[in-house]
Nanobody, 127 residues
Framework: QVQLAESGGGAVQAGGSLRLSCVASGRSFDNYAMGWFRQPPGKQYEFVAALPWIGSGRYYADSVKGRFVISRDNAENTLYLQMNNLKPEDTAVYYC????????????????????WGQGTQVTVSS
């Protein structure tokens, strides 16, 4: 089991930026596809972004495409989410997650595909 811990959330005004970090420990971080999800107040979990364990593929929700960038530093066992031009509708608790399957090469990044989750970090964007 991999343990994940997010940080970097906070309160910003619309148009601002934040960078979320997710430090992993336990299983080999670099063997797993990773993702970011979020849960807005009173709503279900939403997919935000994901990347594979290897390769240059990056996958984003339409709502964040062009504003958010997902990346990973395998040497530091850390996943990042750079969030630019934030909007009030980005307000949510953000979670990082590790895919269930080692060496996964597919493009399915549903919530149920991820087996390890962090505790979440709050992002609040005011207008």
């Amino acid at each position: 089991q991999v343990q994940l811990a997010e940080s970097g959330g906070g309160a910003v005004q619309a148009g601002g930026s934040l960078r979320l970090s997710c430090v992993a420990s336990g299983r080999s971080f670099d063997n797993y596809a990773m993702g970011w999800f979020r849960q807005p107040p009173g709503k279900q979990y939403e997919f935000v972004a994901a990347l594979p364990w290897i390769g240059s593929g990056r996958y984003y929700a339409d709502s964040v495409k062009g504003r958010f960038v997902i990346s990973r530093d395998n040497a530091e066992n850390t996943l990042y989410l750079q969030m630019n031009n934030l909007k009030p509708e980005d307000t949510a608790v953000y979670y990082c997650a590790a895919h269930r399957e080692r060496f996964y090469t597919g493009r399915s990044f549903r919530e149920s595909d991820f087996g390890s989750w962090g505790q979440g970090t709050q992002v609040t964007v005011s207008s």
